[in-house]
């Protein structure tokens, strides 16, 4: 499996026994609760996942801490609703960082990753293997050109045979304002007087994006 999980309720012997696996590298996805957290040296951890914002600051550094261990570099991803946005600028205020926010993939965000990972696919064929297709491949190639007929060859390998660009639901508006937008309330109070009372219904988050004149929003597309 390349996926095991940790929690509590699961006894101490079997823990380590999963830590070990982790550790030396038997699977490379750990899915863990708080349990975790704390007191586990594991160095090659590149990547930690949040599924929503602790609720007290020291408990996301314990938990961005998994990662980033012995001098290397890591990532953390914190997933949160607009209802947690506090929490993360409370988490920015006390421990002296900033967040990249960041929406949800696009369809061609998703597209362009299944690629990468298509290309790494090829790593795993065997010569031998590749020896019976490099026929097909030449005529493909004469039929294609070289760039063309290996684009087909990721695209189909990456199940990407019908491509249809999808909204997930909302589109991500620009409110600019003459003036300064000092605080979050003000900019609500504009979109009230643009979108109604009801806006909370139809607008998902929204954000400072340069200065103090622009922000962002996202709403639902029917609501356009």
Same mark, same amino acid.
């Given at each position: 499996?390349?996926?095991?999980s940790?929690?509590?309720d699961?006894?101490?012997?079997?823990?380590e026994?999963t830590?070990?696996?982790?550790?030396?590298?038997?699977?490379?996805v750990?899915v863990a609760?708080?349990?975790a957290?704390?007191g586990?040296?594991?160095?090659?951890?590149?990547?930690?996942?949040?599924?929503?914002?602790?609720?007290?600051?020291?408990?996301?550094? !314990?938990r +961005?801490?998994? %990662?980033?261990?012995?001098? /290397?570099?890591?990532?953390?991803?914190?997933?949160?609703? $607009?209802?947690? *946005?506090?929490?993360?600028?409370?988490?920015?205020?006390?421990?002296?960082?900033?967040f990249?926010?960041?929406?949800?993939?696009?369809?061609?965000d998703?597209?362009?990753?299944?690629s990468?990972?298509a290309?790494r696919?090829?790593d795993?064929v065997?010569q031998?293997a590749?020896?019976y297709f490099?026929?097909?491949?030449?005529?493909?190639?004469?039929?294609?050109?070289?760039?063309?007929?290996?684009?087909a060859?990721?695209? !189909?390998? +990456?199940g990407? %045979?019908?491509?249809?660009q /999808?909204?997930?639901?909302?589109?991500?508006?620009?409110? $600019?304002?003459s *003036?300064?937008?000092n605080?979050?309330?003000?900019?609500?109070?504009r979109?009230?007087?643009l979108?109604?009372?009801?806006?909370?219904r139809?607008v998902?988050?929204?954000?400072?994006?340069k200065g103090?004149?622009?922000?962002?929003?996202?709403?639902?597309?029917?609501e356009?």
């Amino acid at each position: 499996q390349d996926c095991q999980s940790l929690h509590g309720d699961i006894p101490q012997k079997q823990r380590e026994i999963t830590l070990k696996g982790f550790r030396n590298g038997t699977f490379k996805v750990l899915v863990a609760t708080n349990v975790a957290a704390r007191g586990l040296d594991i160095p090659e951890v590149d990547l930690v996942v949040q599924s929503s914002p602790p609720k007290d600051v020291e408990s996301y550094i !314990h938990r +961005s801490g998994r %990662t980033g261990r012995a001098g /290397r570099t890591g990532i953390c991803i914190c997933f949160y609703q $607009r209802k947690e *946005e506090h929490q993360l600028r409370y988490v920015e205020q006390k421990a002296g960082i900033t967040f990249k926010r960041v929406g949800v993939p696009t369809a061609t965000d998703i597209i362009k990753a299944s690629s990468k990972d298509a290309m790494r696919c090829l790593d795993s064929v065997p010569q031998t293997a590749i020896e019976y297709f490099k026929d097909s491949a030449r005529l493909l190639i004469q039929e294609k050109g070289p760039v063309n007929a290996l684009a087909a060859a990721l695209a !189909h390998i +990456s199940g990407a %045979t019908s491509i249809e660009q /999808r909204s997930l639901g909302f589109v991500t508006m620009i409110l $600019r304002c003459s *003036e300064e937008i000092n605080n979050m309330s003000y900019a609500w109070r504009r979109l009230r007087e643009l979108l109604g009372d009801d806006v909370d219904r139809k607008v998902n988050r929204m954000c400072f994006l340069k200065g103090k004149m622009v922000r962002s929003f996202c709403i639902f597309a029917t609501e356009l």
